[in-house]
């Protein structure tokens, strides 16, 4: 008996259809190998819950449920079979959006194109470089910015930030 398992007849047979002197032998078997021992323990516990599985009636889903689903296989039918319409109706949901859209598009290209043009060369020509010193003695600055006076200007602004 031991180098017979009983595996061959525990895959032969549902488990609760063995009986007699087939449990007998298994039983017997199981003393001794513990393999067998654990393959009658998966045997076991399977059945019982095959059997408690069967007992438990199946769940029907609701009718709305049932025709949710139906009506959403129904749906992706019909766009299969006519794009044109799965295109109208997805039109009809979203033409304000894309109206609005198109219109500001619109106004922001004219308002480009019209726009008066801004004189930024101007306002860097008529920029008056003002110090502290010049603002409390009331002097005025030179008309023209020299090299100097700018890279001061520059450097200046970048020491007060990095400073704060």
């Excluded at 049932?66 to 794009?83: D, H, Y």
């Amino acid at each position: 008996m031991k180098d017979r398992h009983i595996l061959d007849i525990l895959d032969r047979a549902n488990f609760a259809e063995i009986k007699g002197d087939e449990l007998k032998t298994v039983q017997a078997h199981n003393a001794i190998c513990a393999d067998c021992r654990q393959a009658f323990e998966a045997a076991r516990i399977s059945s019982v819950l095959l059997s408690a599985s069967a007992e438990v009636p199946a769940i029907e889903p609701s009718a709305f449920f049932q025709s949710k689903v139906l009506n959403a296989i129904q749906r992706e039918k019909q766009n299969l079979r006519k794009p044109i319409a799965a295109f109208w109706r997805w039109w009809q949901a979203s033409y304000p959006l894309v109206c609005s859209m198109l219109f500001i598009v619109a106004t922001l290209a004219v308002l480009t194109v019209f726009a008066p043009k801004s004189n930024a060369d101007q306002a860097v020509s008529t920029y008056n470089l003002y110090s502290t010193d010049s603002v409390i003695l009331n002097q005025r600055p030179p008309r023209s910015l020299t090299t100097e006076q700018a890279l001061e200007v520059i450097y200046t602004e970048r020491r007060d930030a990095v400073k704060r």
